[in-house]
């Protein structure tokens, strides 16, 4: 199975800043790294597919890139409604595999 | 706008039987994958199967394979898991997605209902 390692696992930061979350593949996976959202009482939002493609809806301040083992999910001006749980997916090969998570936090 | 709806969860003994269901609207059920993923209390996301727009395809996560049963109705876009010999490491909150693109199954989850919650305890 292809391991998703996340990092950081929590990150504290103030609105209009700007932050990075971090997803490390075990092997390659092109390009194919899903970015999703979760926040408590609201479905889970798919933000970013694809490594760099926004889903129709997220807001452009959401950024992602990076392929192959590296990727990096960057929100920039951070909104108050931007403080959650964060997971990367890798979809290039079955069992599909999550990170581990990071909680982005008040600070 | 694309609904899921999951139910069925509850509180089952060790060794006995649950079976889900999803209920979608708001686009073409027979048209897309379908997929189960679940999250144990306070730990991150687990795909659990996956289902192609036909039922003819399925994929399971090894934990499960032979307990767990991944189908759906198109007549009544519906969604269903049946898990049997249910242990206690499958405690957690079971959601269905909706994959992207119409026709395939390998791909991401672009829409996730709210879950339903399976605790596995005697």
């Known amino acids: 199975d292809v391991q998703m390692t996340q990092s950081p696992s929590n990150l504290a930061a103030s609105p209009g800043e700007s932050v990075s979350i971090n997803c490390k593949a075990s092997?390659?996976?092109?390009?194919?790294l899903a970015w999703y959202q979760q926040k408590p009482g609201k479905a889970n939002k798919l933000l970013i597919y694809s490594g760099s493609t926004l889903q129709s809806g997220t807001p452009s301040r959401f950024s992602g890139s990076g392929s192959g083992t590296d990727f990096t999910l960057t929100i920039r001006n951070l909104e108050p409604e931007d403080f959650g749980l964060y997971y990367c997916q890798q979809h290039n090969e079955y069992p599909w595999t999550f990170g581990g998570g990071t909680k982005l936090e008040l600070k | 706008e694309v609904q899921l709806v999951e139910s069925g969860g509850g509180l089952v003994q060790p060794g006995r039987s649950l079976k889900l269901s999803c209920a979608a609207s708001?686009?073409?059920?027979?048209?897309?994958?379908m997929h189960w993923i679940r999250q144990a209390p306070t730990k991150g996301l687990e795909w659990v199967a996956s289902?192609?727009?036909?039922?003819?395809?399925?994929y399971y996560r090894d934990s499960v394979k032979g307990r767990f049963t991944i189908s759906r109705d198109n007549a009544k876009s519906t969604l269903y898991l049946q898990m049997d010999s249910l242990r206690s490491e499958d405690t957690a909150t079971y959601y269905c997605?909706?994959?992207?693109?119409?026709?395939?199954?390998?791909?991401?989850?672009?829409?996730w209902g709210q879950g339903t919650l399976v605790t596995v305890s005697s």
């Open positions: 289902i192609s727009p036909s039922g003819g395809s399925t």
């Open positions: 092997k390659s996976i092109s390009k194919y």
């Open positions: 997605a909706r994959g992207y693109y119409p026709g395939i199954t390998g791909d991401w989850f672009a829409y």
């Open positions: 708001g686009f073409t059920f027979s048209n897309y994958g």
